[in-house]
């Protein structure tokens, strides 16, 4: 072995017991060096093999041979500033001797399978850290400048997959795209492939390799297939991974196949539901959230940069029949998307389009015993909003886009302004502060634009968020406050609508306590309106009057005083329109 040892000397790298090996010339010219010596001698291919195997033996110095080598002084020959690769790697770049070390490389992995990080050791980039021995052995194989034989190096990758843990068989996986070749490429991905079918353990892992490696279209579809079959009981976290490989693998004239399949087989109910196993409740719809949030924003980003996929997923909602499985999940996945492409341009008039004819279209339920029903009814987005709060809150501008679009052109009472109703109502409840002030914001301004449908829509809107929110509502009083403005320019069923909502808000705090500045603000403009010599405004006054009185009269509780006078609103306006044939003014 001590000519081996004086071959590497004089090529340029000294072997020093219990340290790491030290180079004393550039990485290229120490290649060159040993090349020609091997070339010109042909005995010492073998000794210098022997010498390699003998270093690799030694378990407890083998790391010192797989990190970094250290460099001497800085040379004259160009050395300086190079980064240090290890003994291994550099010996790896020679042809004579890489396929017998490839060799007994991967023949090492059963040797240290499960084994321990190795302390006191360097990363790849010369930093302290701990990494398996394992792992810095596969490590060397990486981003080779040049394989000898490619498809050996494939073939014994994949024979090792079959006996390591399953750690490193994600670590394999992992780094497969930066050892294999080109050329050997579409094998990798056809072993890859078939074990998708075998076990989902391995999903994540095998996706990114396929993603980064050249597959032909029968792999890929191949993969498509086993994906579709595991996304019913996929975790939550690997639905964004696995949503993405089918998106952006699929071709033009397979999509709209591929998208169906994925719909029907997409439960969004269980992003929501802590799986067994979940270290607590909050702990398991934090995680389930934030996959919530990975998995439409790869719906976002996939749909947006792909007008294809755009295309086809939108015309699909829009042709969408009976749904027997799964149905208020698809529907609210489609509703997200719906959101997810109405910002762009492109798409903004036919989501627009394609939303409506799903909220007057009947869909046959599945069940031989139920009713049908509309797709996209008040239940049906209010709940998908409660449920996936976060998502929306995502898409809130698209989101009040459209039910700001449904306030300003549905008429009164159609099923158009319940789910715009129920969009907003829903939206307030479950989001933030800032998506609140939007919404009292844009209420105020559709209360006051005088359309008569529209400020119909807007007030009774208002006065259901003061049912059910009155304390979430309350801190909103400037945009409250404006709506005493548009006050004289309504008719007089909304005048009573918005003066019911301001009555329950404003009398918050205690009966016979009024509230600081909302309470003074609705008095000081009753008696205003009161004192009128005009019958119109007295009109108004007296309205504003009851509903103060209301209030302050010892009802047991806001919500139950706003239900009934918005109970008594409805009905004296019904009784207004069908006495004189139109609204009183």
């Known amino acids: 072995m001590q000519e081996a040892v004086d071959l590497l000397r004089s090529c340029g790298i000294e072997l020093r017991d219990g340290q790491r090996p030290q180079l004393h010339t550039s990485t290229a010219l120490f290649r060159y060096k040993l090349s020609t010596a091997l070339r010109s001698t042909p005995a010492a291919t073998q000794q210098v093999s022997e010498l390699v195997d003998e270093l690799l033996a030694a378990h407890d110095d083998i790391t010192l041979y797989l990190d970094p080598v250290s460099l001497a002084e800085p040379q004259a020959d160009g050395g300086f500033g190079q980064q240090a ?106 072993v890859l492939a078939g074990m998708l079918n075998e076990s989902g353990e391995l999903m994540l892992p095998i996706l990114e390799a396929l993603g980064s490696l050249g597959c032909p279209a029968g792999v890929l579809q191949e993969a498509r297939n086993a994906v579709l079959a595991h996304v019913v009981s996929a975790e939550p976290m690997d639905l964004p991974v696995m949503v993405r490989f089918l998106l952006q693998s699929v071709a033009g004239d397979q999509a709209a196949a591929t998208i169906q399949r994925l719909r029907r087989r997409l439960d969004l109910d269980s992003l929501m539901l802590t799986r067994p196993g979940h270290a607590s409740r909050a702990g398991g719809a934090q995680k389930e959230s934030a996959a919530a949030l990975l998995l439409f924003d790869v719906l976002a980003t996939t749909l947006r940069g792909n007008r294809t996929l755009g295309d086809a997923w939108l015309r699909i909602i829009s042709d969408a029949g009976a749904e027997t499985a799964n149905t208020g999940s698809t529907m609210t996945l489609d509703l997200i998307v719906l959101l997810i492409l109405h910002p762009t341009a492109a798409y903004t008039r036919r989501v627009e389009r394609v939303l409506r004819s799903r909220i007057n279209t009947v869909v046959v339920s599945g069940s031989s015993d139920s009713s049908d029903v509309l797709a996209f009814t008040p239940q049906v987005v209010g709940e998908a909003i409660g449920r996936l709060a976060e998502v929306f809150a995502a898409n809130f501008g698209a989101l009040m886009a459209v039910a700001s679009g449904l306030v300003r052109s549905s008429a009164r009472g159609s099923q158009e ?144 005083e706003g239900r009934e006078a918005g109970e008594e609103a409805d009905s004296q306006a019904g009784t207004s329109t069908s006495a004189h044939g139109q609204p009183a003014n």
């Open 417 to 560: 302004a319940r789910v715009a109703g129920a969009m907003v109502v829903a939206a307030f409840g479950h989001m933030g502060m800032f998506q609140r002030q939007e919404i009292a914001g844009e209420l105020a301004a559709h209360i006051g634009s005088g359309n008569a449908d529209e400020v119909d829509t807007a007030a009774r809107i208002f006065l259901e968020l003061a049912r059910k929110y009155p304390w979430e509502l309350r801190p909103f009083a400037v945009f409250i406050k404006g709506l005493l403005d548009y006050v004289d320019n309504l008719k007089v069923e909304h005048v009573r609508v918005v003066f019911s909502a301001l009555g329950i808000l404003a009398t918050l705090n205690t009966l016979g306590s009024a509230d600081d500045g909302l309470f003074s603000d609705l008095h000081i403009y009753v008696r205003k309106q009161l004192s009128s010599t005009h019958a119109r405004y007295n009109r108004i006054g007296i309205i504003g009057t009851v509903a103060l009185l209301r209030q302050l009269g010892g009802a047991p509780s806001a919500q139950t």
């Open 85 to 190: 690769e290890s003994l291994v790697r550099l010996l790896l770049g020679v042809d004579a001797l890489q396929p017998e070390l490839i060799r007994a490389l991967l023949d090492k992995f059963s040797e240290f399978v499960g084994d321990q990080p190795a302390e006191d050791t360097q990363d790849d980039m010369g930093g302290a850290g701990e990494t398996k021995v394992s792992v810095k052995i596969l490590r060397q194989l990486r981003w080779l400048d040049y394989v000898v034989d490619p498809a050996a190096l494939s073939e014994k990758l994949l024979e090792t997959l079959g006996f390591v843990t399953l750690d490193m068989q994600r670590e394999i996986i992992g780094n497969l795209a930066n050892i294999v070749s080109d050329g050997d490429n579409a094998e990798v991905a056809r």
